[in-house]
């Protein structure tokens, strides 16, 4: 990976966007590229070697298993977005971790200590920072307030409309979602079995809200997915 093919994953990502020319290339020397594949996991490490990602190219989950060794989906990251030990303590959950839903999935590595030397040399990148972790934090209090006040179909809902917002192509009359998420994916996004989500699936399939297939599902504009 040349210099120069790093410098232009960092400029075009929004966290980069107002920063000159010497800094990202100061930044670029301490950033590690990798191509994740689908499936594959990401882990967040731990203490000085602790992480922090910048999602380039692609989606991710984030993750962790629960006591009874069940999963539960945090977050789903589409590019161009940042994860990691966003606490920078470095001592992120042992139980969580990331990983790739997507062929390809492109990131940038750094260490949370090179991280927290970029941020403090460019302030304007701290305000970017500080505004897309808040940003995921009102994403985790809606779906809290969504598993406190909502029943399961109102919540697979909500987390269609989600993502039709900020994944979804509108073609005609419909908007279109690449499939990239299996019934188990969503059922541990939303606390609820993979069964009860096929059931729902089918529902909102025969009252012609969707349609669904292996690889893209399409919402009927005819309903308020916006």
Not at 33 to 47: A, Q
Not at 154 to 175: E, M, P
Not at 194 to 203: A, C, G, M
Request: glycine share 6%; net charge neutral; charged share 20%.
């Amino acid at each position: 990976m040349t210099t120069e093919t790093t410098c232009d994953y960092l400029q075009n990502h929004p966290l980069f966007a107002n920063i000159s020319k010497e800094k990202i290339l100061e930044a670029a020397s301490l950033v590690r590229v990798r191509t994740v594949y689908r499936g594959e996991t990401i882990s967040f490490g731990d203490g000085a070697f602790s992480k922090i990602f910048l999602l380039i190219s692609g989606k991710i989950k984030v993750a962790e298993f629960g006591q009874r060794e069940t999963e539960l989906i945090k977050d789903i990251i589409t590019a161009p977005d940042i994860f990691g030990n966003l606490s920078m303590d470095g001592h992120p959950s042992k139980d969580e971790y990331a990983e790739a839903l997507t062929a390809n999935v492109l990131i940038c590595v750094f260490t949370v200590s090179d991280f927290k030397n970029i941020l403090q040399e460019n302030p304007s990148m701290l305000i970017s920072f500080a505004g897309i972790v808040t940003a995921k934090l009102t994403r985790l209090e809606h779906r809290h307030s969504d598993l406190v006040f909502c029943d399961t179909k109102s919540r697979l809902i909500h987390f269609i409309k989600n993502w039709a917002q900020t994944d979804g192509s509108k073609v005609g009359g419909k908007i279109v979602l690449s499939n990239y998420l299996t019934h188990t994916d969503i059922a541990n996004s939303i606390s609820a079995s993979r069964q009860t989500v096929n059931v729902l699936f089918n529902e909102l399939r025969d009252a012609g809200m969707l349609l669904y297939n292996r690889k893209q599902i399409e919402l009927s504009l005819a309903f308020n997915w916006n």
